[in-house]
């Protein structure tokens, strides 16, 4: 144990001083950072559990809506042209897993009506797997996979893409999206390329991206003007960051910085800033189809490749100890609380209390920040300030089709309807601002306006103006790292090893999952 041991700034404490009872922050820690449930709960037909293999009930319950016996005559497809149904849905059903509870599930309800008048006699069921991560909801649905009940469709984030692509879990969709090129390309036209090669895996796409959060940073308006601060321009530098979170603290009440223990949307941002990462990157080859189909005079496009590679660690990288160093500084300084405060849910909870002045996150705070209380006006976001490079990390989602689905091309035809403006405008997620949309033309002024952040448009420009920015490190053996990531970046951030020390025993730890 080192010398400069110190005893972390209780939880309870700061969300006493803070202003938000216990019982509250437990409440907002709960809801999940991409799943908040503060929509009404959608009153939906019960069906029985799914039990995973361990024994753990990964879904309470179900929404399912089958279909009439009503022909559909025409399909939407993206673009809003119109073409005859592909197949017939009568006596086919497919499960879709989602991440969250019974609410999460509910507002994805009024996707089914319309896809079920395309596809009579279909039946549609979105299945809830309970989880506070997506490493909890990933773990529950690798068990349900070993009992032989695994869904037709799964809900992904860039934390699982390659881990399902690689078990053999996720059916690749090439042929798919060959066969119906025409109904994708206005999809494709409108969705940035980046956040389409994040899911792929050694040259198959598994996934068509359909939400995703840029790591920006969010700052209280009002804290900036009583210290002194205009709105944040895209060229400020860290240094800067540094003065207004220094000048914006108060001992043990204002804090100037905060972030959460995770892969996405931590410190990790500096690494990225401080131009290194977690893990050695390079491209899968692979892929040339795809570009050349879709994005063939598409400059954000060049050098794209078959999916990314993280191919070695890189932990201990003197720029990542330079960063966790100012982590480090921030904290000893008192402009950052102890970061065992809870989930990024707690944080938003703490932050909408005027109690944090600047922390990362992305489009998904928008709605949550509205449901406490904050105000148009009252915060805005930024691009992350300059280091020696400005680069972002994001994450995405979609759904995979499992390769154990017995109904593969009904599931494909819903993951194709998932990529027309009618669905992404139904999905409540992203009809509250629960999400960023993938599609460029949905980000607009009719769509944040009235409760989003001022600088809304900071959201796609991470990636249009920014096109180094790459998706967060998400390896085959992403469960592992992660927790290997949070359990030593807590001992640097406790005093019980230096950043060094903690970056030094990450290595050693990371090393393996990455031998041949």
Known sequence: MSDHKRKPYSRRKFLRVAGIGVVG????????????????????????????????????????????????????VAGGTTAPAVISGQGKSIKVA??????????????????????????????????????????????????????????VATEGTQLFASKGLAEPLDEYVKKDKAALTS????????????????????????????ANLYYNTAMFAEAGYSEVGADWTKDKFYEVAKKVSKKDAVYGYQWVNRVWGSWSSWMFTNNSNLLVEEKAPGGEWLWSTFYPNDVAAKNRGGGWRWTAAKANDAANVEALDFMNQLYKEGISPSIELGSG?????????????????????????????????????????KWKTQRHHFGTAGYVISKDSKNKELAWEWLKYLTTTDAMN????????????????????????????????????????YPDTSPIPAPPSYLQMSNTFTKYTGLAMAGEQTPKAALDAMQKELEPLFKK
């Not at 069906?47 to 990964?58: F, I, S």
């Open 345 to 385: 849910a707690t944080l938003q909870g703490i932050f909408s209390a005027g109690k944090i002045a600047m922390t990362q996150a992305g489009g998904f705070w928008v709605a949550t920040l509205k449901a406490q209380g904050m105000a148009k006006g009252s915060y805005d976001v930024a691009l992350m300030p």
């Open 426 to 465: 139904n999905e409540l997620t992203l009809k509250e601002l629960r999400a960023t949309p993938v599609r460029r033309s949905l980000m607009n002024e009719a769509r944040y306006g009235t409760d989003g952040p001022k600088n809304w448009k900071i959201f796609y420009d991470t990636l249009d103006k």
């Open 98 to 155: 989602v991440l969250g509870d019974q609410t999460a599930a509910g507002r994805r309800q009024p996707l089914i009506a319309p896809f079920i008048a395309k596809y009579p006699g279909a039946t549609v069921e979105i299945m809830p797997v309970a989880g506070a991560t997506w490493d909890e909801y990933f773990n529950k649905l690798l068990a349900m996979k070993a009992a032989g009940n695994i869904p037709d469709v799964i809900y």
């Open 187 to 214: 999809y494709f036209s409108d969705v940035h390329p980046a956040l389409v090669e994040a899911m792929m895996y050694e040259g198959n796409l598994y996934q068509l991206p359909f939400d995703w959060n840029g």
């Open 25 to 76: 922050a437990a409440t907002l820690a709960a809801c999940g950072d991409a799943t908040s449930t503060t929509a009404p709960a959608v009153t939906t037909a019960p069906v029985a559990a799914t039990t995973a293999a361990a024994g753990t009930t990964a879904a309470t319950s179900a929404t399912t809506a089958a279909a009439g016996t009503t022909p559909a005559s025409a399909t939407t």
